[in-house]
Nanobody, 114 residues
Framework: QVQLVESGGGLVQPGGSLRLSCVAS????????MAWYRQAPGKQREWVAS???????NYADSVKGRFAISRDNAKNTVYLQMNSLKPEDTAVYYC????????WGQGTQVTVSS
């Protein structure tokens, strides 16, 4: 059964950092481009960053230069290092496939506030 489990969110002050983790079941992780998404209150879910199996990355303009996506294929885990956080980064963060999406996990809440 495909499963996604996100963790690492929390409350952080503007300018702070957080590192999110997502463990994916093996079937969906293998050879798939993985991505992070986020959904702010009252807004649609949006793509944040993606990474190929070999490690090539892409970022939304709003996070470029501040966020870094990475993956550990041996651990079926994808990470999102978030630096220089802004209040507008406040959202529930999810991981999923980029080209093929699976049932969504519960996400992890990130709140940026002073």
């Amino acid at each position: 059964q495909v499963q996604l489990v996100e963790s690492g969110g929390g409350l952080v002050q503007p300018g702070g950092s957080l590192r999110l983790s997502c463990v994916a079941s093996g079937r969906m992780f293998s050879n798939n481009r993985m991505a992070w998404y986020r959904q702010a209150p009252g807004k649609q879910r949006e793509w944040v960053a993606s990474i190929t199996w070999s490690g090539s990355t892409n970022y939304a303009d709003s996070v470029k230069g501040r966020f870094a996506i990475s993956r550990d294929n041996a651990k079926n885990t994808v990470y999102l290092q978030m630096n220089s956080l802004k209040p507008e980064d406040t959202a529930v963060y999810y991981c999923n496939g980029f080209d093929t999406q699976f049932p969504w996990g519960q996400g992890t809440q990130v709140t940026v506030s002073s």
